[in-house]
């Protein structure tokens, strides 16, 4: 059974009356338990003037094995199905503290690659913090993004059936950018 509106109000008001608005103050005494407690635990948090949780890491043995493993991709991806951090909000100064954060957990070793969307405070930080590494958009981003070009381009030309074949290589890029004279397209220069 689902609950409704009224429902869930009444939840909000039992959780409040409980936790006031504490919520940030447990999550951050439950993480520096862990961090207290687990071995090669990492947590890091952040807040602005006024006291209030502006962004958190935390890093766990699992994940830093992991990383030390596979450290060859990071996949930034702000859906949070694997979160390893929480921003307040997604600018420039937070992006970098996140990722500074994330390089002192692992002891400083860069991804050889970073894929990210195309958030341009992201994209700044990530060519600042992880200077050593590559960094492109995902393939969901790329073609999400090559929708954007007119209709009638794509009807009139075979790049759809191009691109969508697309085995991405420095060398394919070049030479799908140069059969369709887009060599000069900003876009199509930076996500490769």
């Given at each position: 059974m689902r609950g409704n509106v009224v429902d869930y109000r009444n939840f909000k008001r039992v959780m409040v009356s409980i936790i006031g608005f504490r919520d940030a103050q447990i999550i951050v005494i439950k993480m520096n338990d862990r961090k207290n407690n687990y071995p090669n635990y990492s947590f890091y948090y952040k807040c602005d003037e006024n006291k209030v949780l502006?962004?958190?890491?935390?890093?766990d043995e699992?994940?830093?094995?992991?990383?030390?493993?596979?450290d060859d991709i990071m996949c930034f991806d702000a859906t949070f199905i694997q979160t390893i951090g929480l921003?307040?909000?997604?600018?420039?100064?937070?992006?970098?503290?996140?990722?500074?954060?994330?390089l002192k957990a692992h002891s400083n070793k860069q991804p050889l690659l970073v894929l990210t969307d195309q958030d341009p405070a992201l994209k700044q930080d990530v060519d600042s913090v992880f200077y050593q590494s590559k960094h492109s958009l995902c393939m969901w981003h790329i073609i999400k993004m090559s929708k954007k070009l007119s209709y009638e381009f794509l009807k009139s030309t075979n790049f759809k059936k191009k691109f969508n074949k697309l085995c991405l290589g420095h060398r394919n890029?070049?030479?799908l950018m140069k059969e369709f004279?887009?060599?000069?397209?900003?876009?199509?220069?930076?996500?490769f």
């Open positions: 502006n962004s958190m890491f935390w890093a699992t994940e830093k094995t992991y990383y030390s493993e596979f921003l307040r909000t997604e600018d420039v100064d937070l992006y970098k503290w996140l990722l500074e954060q994330f890029w070049e030479l004279i887009l060599e000069d397209e900003r876009w199509f220069k930076d996500i």
